[in-house]
């Protein structure tokens, strides 16, 4: 019998493709940690605990906050970690011709891809919560919201990471610098992380600036579901946005990326 | 059953004038060892690239194992290894785990991918090096686990590109053992190279590509005994006694002798495509009457080299 006639070790190929993601990732877990905790921790401790102290901002804000910051890690976390290793295997180390090679569809190593961002992307914000809770002590988390919280994350991670994979996918890695700094700074300052979303009505021209960035959904979303109290764009929508705005950013990621692999 | 089959294959990289690989047509044999010789820009690597589906095809048709590249890519790579010429191995894992997660990729079992990993380990001579990182290894080394890994989930064609390049002579030689012994396995080796000595030594047949066309396809023994005068034989003389024009002109007229050709120091260069021993008489004979002692001769074939030059041109690119 022909290898040609056994069934195509599809589910198998992407376990092993996926597997091999987590064991590099679980040898670098210092380093991976390092990188997506040190600026939120940072961000938390001036604009939520030190800023409050001294009167600057309510006592509230770290409601507002923390949510926004788990958010951002989850989008962030999943758009840099699809969005940088990409321009390195395309580009320098090539590391990833061997799983081109596999008897995987091309689709399905992109998309393997954009899980791994995702999962990154859920632990970076999955490990905001606890050390949000520690740093600002005045903010609470009811137990029955945290399921819920990670569903969000996901979805947000998930977006981020398609983000990642058409911008890692379209650029140069010489140009991956400047694309970074050009891209990922508007997208934090502009994803409701810092301030909730319908409070922005005196600013309106500002809210429709925001409204089209993905990462409010995701921040508004959160705050949906562990401050519901604070006012919030209804958790549906920021779903159904995040929803279509993954669909399309993984269809563009996965097209992205089929052009990349194959000439 | 042809293990490689490419009919008009023509490959245009956009904005490129001139297609990288044009109407191209050939066959490997199942089992066979298959040079695609060239020299650099001929076309090898887009061949090898479009018969490794990581290259889309502009037209014409390439098949391995009877299963059409561009259709059925997933299909095929389930057939095919790849030793690429550039080093790509997973400097995230050790050496034995580049060979584990591939057969991985390709679905083998563990137990079996463990029992693979190691027997290949041995083989490669890289039974102690299994847990080391790839930071330390040598080209010689990296080329080894390239092939180790490549062979993971026993491919049934092997695509080489390049195997020996940049590689010291010790690696050379072990490459070349590996590739005979693979033969000998039945498993069918498709390698490009630009050195003649390698294909000359490996290939059971070889094509010689350039500008993306097919220039010639035969077995490297018969490339060479096509080419016209094949054979030289150069004589010397008694010193201060240098043939005049009458010998040549006696020699030019031995049937056998296809061209004559004056060498510095007296000599004179015979070209034939006959057995030396089958136009020495003659060529005797015409020297005899002229006054003139043979002192030595020298007798020496052409190699591929020759017949790749002939065909491809000399100048430089």
């Known amino acids: 019998m022909s290898v040609l006639d056994e069934r195509p070790p599809t589910a198998r190929a992407f376990a092993a493709v996926l597997g091999r993601d987590l064991v590099v990732t679980g040898r670098e877990l210092p380093a991976f940690l390092a990188q997506v905790l040190l600026q939120p921790l940072f961000i938390l401790f001036v604009f939520g605990k030190v800023l409050a102290d001294l009167g600057y901002v309510g006592g509230g804000f770290g409601d507002v906050l923390l949510p926004g910051v788990i958010a951002l890690n989850a989008f962030v976390g999943g758009l840099q970690n699809t969005a940088l290793p990409l321009t390195l295997d395309f580009s320098f180390s090539r590391e990833i011709e061997d799983r081109l090679l596999s008897p995987l569809p091309t689709r399905l190593v992109a998309m393997e891809k954009i899980v791994f961002g995702t999962i990154r992307g859920v632990v970076a914000g999955a490990v905001m919560i606890p050390l949000g809770l520690l740093i600002l002590q005045d903010a609470t988390l009811a137990p029955a919201s945290l399921l819920p919280a990670l569903a969000v994350m996901a979805l947000g991670a998930f977006v981020g990471s398609a983000v990642g994979m058409v911008v890692g996918t379209a650029v140069s890695p010489r140009g991956i610098n400047v694309v970074f700094t050009v891209v990922l700074t508007p997208l934090m300052f502009t994803g409701a992380t810092q301030f909730p979303w319908p409070g922005l009505d005196r600013l309106p021209w500002f809210q429709i600036v925001c409204a089209v960035n993905p990462l409010t959904y995701v921040s508004e979303g959160m705050r949906a579901v562990m401050v519901p109290r604070i006012p919030h764009i209804p958790l549906w929508l920021c779903l159904l946005v995040l929803a279509v705005a993954g669909a399309v950013a993984a269809e563009a990621g996965m097209r992205g990326f089929g052009r990349r692999a194959v000439d | ?317």
């Open chain 2, 1 to 317: 059953m042809n293990a490689v089959e490419v009919e008009n294959l023509t490959k245009k990289y956009p904005g490129a004038p001139q297609p990288a690989v044009d109407s191209l047509s050939f066959r490997v044999n199942s089992g066979e060892v298959f040079g695609v010789l060239g020299p650099n820009g001929a076309g090898k690597t887009t061949t090898v690239g479009v018969l490794t589906t990581r290259m889309r095809p502009t037209g014409g048709l390439a098949r391995v194992g009877g299963v059409d590249v561009a259709k059925e890519p997933t299909r095929v790579r389930r057939l095919l290894g790849v030793v690429p010429q550039r080093n790509n191995l997973d400097r995230s894992l050790s050496i034995r785990q580049n060979l584990l997660f591939h057969a991985a990729y390709h679905g083998v079992r563990r137990a079996e991918r463990r029992r693979r990993a190691g027997e290949l380990l041995e083989r490669m001579g890289l039974a102690e090096r299994g847990d080391d990182w790839l930071d330390n290894v040598s080209g010689g080394q990296a080329q080894r686990v390239m092939i180790a890994r490549a062979l993971m989930h026993e491919p049934r064609v092997l695509f080489m590109d390049e195997p020996s390049t940049g590689l010291d002579p010790q690696s050379r030689i072990f490459v070349h053992a590996c590739v005979r012994e693979l033969k000998e396995r039945g498993v069918t080796v498709v390698l490009t190279t630009h050195q003649m000595e390698e294909a000359a030594k490996l290939c059971d047949r070889v094509a010689i590509v350039d500008r993306g066309r097919l220039l010639a396809l035969d077995a490297p023994a018969a490339l060479v005994r096509e080419l016209p005068g094949s054979t030289t034989l150069t004589l010397s003389f008694e010193p201060g006694r240098a043939p005049d024009e009458d010998v040549d002109a006696a020699l030019t007229a031995v049937e056998t002798v296809e061209r004559v050709e004056a060498m510095p120091g007296g000599r004179v260069r015979l070209y034939t495509s006959r057995e030396p021993g089958e136009v020495l008489p003659a060529v005797l004979k015409a020297l005899a009457g002229h006054g003139i002692a043979l002192t030595g001769l020298d007798v020496a074939r052409l190699g591929l080299e020759d017949v790749f030059l002939r065909l491809t041109g000399r100048e430089l690119r």
